[in-house]
C-alpha cells in the first residue's frame, strides 16, 4: 500500500480500529473484522497492513479532536488509545485550526 488515509475519532479510535475491541490484537492478518461499534461490525485494515504503507496521511478536523491530535503528535504519548499505536514515523497530519487549538482544561 503506498498510502493510508486515517481520520481520528474522538475517542481516539482510526481505520474502525477502536478502544478495547480485540481486532486490536490481531497481527497475523491485514484485514479483520471488528466487535459492534456504535451498532455496527467493520471490516479494517489491522496495524501491520497499517504500519507497512509506504506513507500515512492524517485527516483531522474539529475542535472535538483537538485532545486526541495532541496525543497523535506527541511522539512520548503514553496513551493507549488506537491512534496512538500506529506508526506515526513517516506520517503526514492534516489538521483544521479548530482540532490544532490548545485542548481546554477538564
Do not use: N
Amino acid at each position: 500500500i503506498d498510502l493510508v488515509q486515517l481520520g481520528l475519532g474522538v475517542d481516539g479510535h482510526t481505520a474502525s480500529l477502536v478502544p478495547a475491541d480485540p481486532v486490536l490484537e490481531v497481527a497475523d492478518r491485514d484485514v479483520a473484522t471488528s466487535g459492534e461499534y456504535q451498532g455496527l461490525r467493520r471490516m479494517t485494515l489491522t496495524y501491520p497492513a497499517i504500519d507497512r504503507a509506504r506513507q500515512r496521511l492524517w485527516l483531522v478536523t474539529g475542535a472535538s479532536k483537538s485532545a486526541r491530535l495532541a496525543e497523535l503528535l506527541d511522539a512520548a504519548s503514553a496513551d493507549h488509545a488506537p491512534c496512538v499505536r500506529v506508526t506515526r514515523a513517516d506520517a503526514c497530519v492534516v489538521a483544521d485550526r479548530e482540532a490544532l487549538a490548545k485542548p481546554a482544561a477538564p
